[in-house]
Nanobody
Framework: QVQLVESGGGLVQAGGSLRLSCAAS????????TGWFRQAPGKEREFVAA????????DHADSVKGRFTISRDNAKNTVYLQMNSLMPEDTAVYYC????????????????WGQGTQVTVSS
């Protein structure tokens, strides 16, 4: 079992930045491909970014490429999502996800979920 706890969400103006963190406990996160998903009000949860267990391969949704960067520090058992140039349409609850699979672009690929952290971007 892996427990995931997100932090770093909040309210920010458009154009601003936030860094989300996902801290794992229970088992080492280095065994898992780890990713971020988000769910905006009235919308389905969508893939944002993922990183391989060693950190050498990253994958970002087209909507966030060039603005968001996923990274990980296995020594700290933590994964990060640096979000720059935030836009109102980035407003959502952001969820950390861990998977034993190589890829994690679909909800069905996820083995463990965090509880989510709210990100609100004002215009």
């Amino acid at each position: 079992q892996v427990q995931l706890v997100e932090s770093g969400g909040g309210l920010v103006q458009a154009g601003g930045s936030l860094r989300l963190s996902c801290a794992a406990s229970g088992r080492t996160l280095s065994m898992y491909t780890t990713g971020w998903f988000r769910q905006a009000p009235g919308k389905e949860r969508e893939f944002v970014a993922a990183i391989s267990w060693r950190g050498g391969i990253t994958d970002h949704a087209d909507s966030v490429k060039g603005r968001f960067t996923i990274s990980r520090d296995n020594a700290k058992n933590t994964v990060y999502l640096q979000m720059n140039s935030l836009m109102p349409e980035d407003t959502a609850v952001y969820y950390c996800a861990a998977s034993l699979r190589v890829g994690v672009r679909r909800e069905g690929d996820v083995d463990y979920w965090g509880q989510g952290t709210q990100v609100t971007v004002s215009s």
